[in-house]
């Protein structure tokens, strides 16, 4: 099964990444994505920048476009993994990431709309 696991964070998340040494912080993703791609389970992932982000709305038929990431929220979306393992083991594997410690990791399950 494929799984999206997205990392979640806020400014709070950034210093406390920071401040334990952000070298070491990129180290943890590099060794964890070495390894799930060593097991096969490692399909892809990145991080997200806030640069350039935009939310977009349609509101009667009209695009309207506020510059930002924000909706609404008190976490932003970093960063994602996409993994192909068990529910169980997309677990573990977020709990592995180092933002896990600070903010939310949100792991969602990808439909196949063949089935639907």
């Known amino acids: 099964m494929k799984y999206m696991l997205l990392i979640y964070g806020n400014t709070d998340t950034w210093d406390a990444l920071h401040a334990a040494g952000i070298d070491q912080v990129l180290d943890q993703h590099r060794r964890l994505a070495d390894e799930l791609k060593a097991n096969g ?55 592995r990431l180092p933002e896990a410690r600070f903010s939310p990791i949100e792991i969602r399950a990808f439909t196949d709309p063949m089935e639907e």
């Open 41 to 95: 389970e490692y399909l892809d992932g990145l991080g997200l920048t806030t640069a350039n982000a935009r939310v977009v709305r349609v509101n009667d038929g009209v695009p309207a476009v506020t510059d930002g990431p924000f909706t609404e929220a008190k976490e932003v979306l970093a960063g994602y993994y996409l993994v192909d393992c068990s529910l169980e083991r997309a677990t573990e594997i977020a709990a």
